[in-house]
């Protein structure tokens, strides 16, 4: 017979921390100026500790609070964060309070983050997209700590996370039920909740916050900056891919390429006759952008990974189109936002800093390790999908009885970026960040063999069409324009690859260049989208230039 064996003991860790913290809990409540006493009572060096935060949603007053504990007591913690956003997220690294991250996102912190890696300040476990992040949550980085925002609890505990739901029910979840703590900062303690999100016995200790989360409208784009550039790539998006693969859903990843096309719908979109015809469907946050096609009929549903400042009257105003609750107001959620990207969309749009000349495509360069977010699960072609659409069924090849149909990845790039750096180069900067970082793998953001369209101001360059990476090279080349990767385009390769439908100019669509002008656009400015909204949308102060 083997020896009797305790098989609670992440249990009997979990109650003697809570225990050694009772002086300063009121039942679950703690007081605001005893938060950093708590986080030194309740974190063991060494910990996994999930931080909230993704692109938009902070847990703000718990990451400060974090920095400030004494190295002496917390130290090399293992941290967990979808985004890296904030100062004093890289803070603790050069503290001593953590040592090493997974992580998805670094977009605000990301030049930060190449020097401190290059410092050897700070260990990168692997760059994770959000859905892979999440899912190790409940496999090998499960957490013993997690730290969350709420917009509400009442005095059971229970939690009201409003319209940005996002992240937290998947984070509370990992630590809740395998005795992880599970600590919360809230905006406000109240009698009742609207509604519970997450409910009371699931959480440990609640902190009043000395202010609000942080929250940052990252998916708002102002009209009067699209370019007529990229209006006429909108154009060709729209009848060379919307309208020839009857896409019937789709995620828009953020951008003004993608908030062109939004606008065009009621416009150009009206004039090809598509209205009741394509993406009825979406998975993506409320774009102000999306207004004008919402009044106009084109959208009937949209999920939501995350809320938007400003959208919410509108939202509460629009439970046909949006997720709303009972209370009225939207529950948004980015892991099942993710997974629906992944697994019940058409078509991907999205955008990059680099593409190669076999069409791999990152957000990673020289100084600057950004991460993906979620475009490799929106931007990937899922094998254990089954169900089948038109879109999906388009690319579908002919010639092999078991084939199957593919999502369509799409990258909307212009050939020079806003640094003037062409986007279209040989080999991705990346290949040496992986090297100067010592990453397992070259952080890809979107491979080669998950790219099905590459839109640029040139044409359309249709890659599942092709049957060689020479002719997937070539199609490439075609659409580059003045890069080094478009000067070897041969003009000869090009007339027969648009023969064959392989690449596709505007005239080729029936896209005329001297229409794409900004008075196609259904709203030119934020005023104009206010006022589609009847006055429900309210733009935060930085988008408002009226009175």
Known sequence: MSEKRNWATHRAAKLQKLTNAS??????????????AVLETLINSG????????????????????ASVDPEKVNHLHMIMSSISRPEHLDIFEDGIASKIDFSYAGPQSTRVSQMIADGTLQVGDIHTYLELYARLYIDLIPNVVLVAADQVDRSGNLYTGYNTEETPVIVEAAAFHDGIVIVQANEIVDRVPRVDIPGDWVDVIIPADEPYQLEPLFTRDPQNITELQILMAMMAIRGIYEKHNVQSVNHGVGFNTAAIELLLPTYGEQLGLKGKIVPNWEVNPTPTLIPAIESGWIESIHSFGGEVGMEKYIAARPDVFFVGADGTMRSNRAYGQMAGQYALDMFVGSTLQIDQYGNSSTVTHGRLSGFGGAPNMGSNPTGRRHSTPAWQSLRPDDDPL????????????????????????????????????????????????????????????????????????????????????????????EDLRQRGIVAFPEDLGVKRNQATRSLLAAQNMEDLVEWSKGLYTPPAKFRSWS
């Open 23 to 36: 002086r300063l809990l009121n039942g679950k409540f703690a007081k605001t100026e005893d938060a950093t």
């Open 47 to 66: 910990d996994k500790v999930v931080l909230e935060g993704d692109n938009q949603k902070q847990a703000s007053f718990l990451s400060k609070t974090l």
């Open 403 to 494: 084939g199957k149909g593919q999502k369509l990845v799409v990258q909307m790039v212009e050939t020079f970026g806003a640094n003037k750096k062409p986007v279209f180069v040989n080999q991705l900067d990346a290949v040496e960040v992986q090297k100067e970082a010592k990453l397992k793998n070259v952080p890809i953001m979107i491979y080669s063999e998950d790219t099905t369209h590459i839109v640029t101001e040139e044409g359309i360059a249709y890659l599942y069409k092709t049957d060689s990476m020479a002719e997937r090279q070539a199609a490439i080349e075609a659409i580059a324009g003045v890069t080094p990767v478009g000067l070897r385009s041969n003009p000869v390769v090009v």
